[in-house]
């Protein structure tokens, strides 16, 4: 599903926040294991389920729940923000969404 829109849609952006260092690999390793294709990988900081402050996602959340998605528009403002599972189709919806919306203004 993100390849689609990385592929065909230069406006999208993904950044990917890994809570899972070293299970079973480091931040390192999956971004070396990764490709130009894959979302950008933020390495550094303490999540808030570990009690982390001042960290990226506590400039939106305060759950300590994962995952965590935030949607931020072409005008760099907050779209949407989730907390828990989202389908890939429920993604998908938002993303077109911001899409269509950037096409209108």
């Given at each position: 599903m993100v390849l689609e829109y990385i592929d065909d849609k230069p406006e999208v952006v993904i950044i990917s926040v890994l809570y899972d260092e070293y299970q079973p690999y480091s931040c390192s390793a999956w971004a070396n294991g990764g490709n130009s294709s894959l979302p950008i990988m933020i390495n550094g900081g303490v999540s808030l389920t570990q009690q982390g402050q001042n960290t990226l996602e506590s400039l939106f959340f305060n759950e300590t729940q994962i995952p965590k998605r935030v949607f931020i528009d072409h005008e760099l403002k907050v779209h949407s923000k989730f907390v828990g599972y989202q389908s890939h189709e429920d993604i998908k919806e938002i993303i077109?969404?911001?899409?269509?919306?950037m096409e209108i203004n």
């Open positions: 077109d969404e911001m899409l269509t919306n």
